[in-house]
């Protein structure tokens, strides 16, 4: 089998294996096993394990990027709070829908300082330039850094939200009450992020 088909196989296996047991149960046996190869294949076609399962963790982030990017080019028809409201609803469906994909992204257990995929280093930001543009739009003046800040701790607040409810923690809202939480989530920010541009302008 050529190189080129015998990785999208071990794609597709991760891929297979992903939305059947979540990221943190794939063996490279196991891929090896679906691609009827020997384990070291794997490594002739992958620098190792991780960067294999990173791989497939890149895809399923550029799709979390197309479907937000999608939602985030209504902020031109929409006031800056209803477009970060459709921005969250649209990360939580995403999680909620694929969970397994969702964790992927971002609950692969690998060290970050040591091995930093490129494609996290692509899709972050940008997936903060999102949350940055209706911040932009309630708070005219506001620097890159705290821009910066500001959509990081939308974002933070956000994702924690949605990983304790759908890993079912006590701790975590219901699912059928997320749709309050993530208004009043969002609603505050927004009122607070606009009360204080208002305060520096009058100030």
């Known amino acids: 089998m050529k190189k080129a088909a015998m990785r999208e196989k071990m794609l597709a296996s991760v891929r297979t294996r992903i939305s059947h047991s979540g990221v943190n149960a794939i063996r490279a046996r196991d891929v090896a096993l679906d691609c009827r190869c ?58 909620r829908d694929n969970p397994r994909e969702w964790g992927a992204i971002f609950y692969f257990r690998i060290d970050m300082a040591l091995h930093i995929p490129e494609w996290h280093g692509k899709y972050m930001p940008r997936l903060l330039g999102y949350i940055e ?57 927004c009122a607070q992020i606009s009360r204080e541009a208002k305060q520096l302008q009058s100030a």
Do not use: W
């Open 38 to 95: 020997a384990v070291g294949v794997i490594y002739n076609i992958f620098e190792d394990l991780e960067d294999l399962i990173l791989t497939v963790s890149g895809e399923y982030f550029a799709e979390l990027d197309t479907l937000i990017a999608s939602h985030a080019g209504y902020l031109c028809e929409e006031t800056a709070e209803e477009n970060m409201m459709r921005l969250a609803r649209a990360y939580y469906e995403y999680a």
């Open 133 to 189: 543009r209706p911040i932009e739009t309630l708070a005219p003046n506001t620097s890159k850094s705290e821009l910066n800040r500001l959509s990081r701790t939308i974002f933070s607040s956000m994702h924690g939200l949605c990983a304790l409810s759908l890993k079912g923690y006590r701790s975590g809202v219901n699912e059928k009450e997320m749709a309050k939480s993530i208004e009043f989530l969002v609603q505050g920010f």
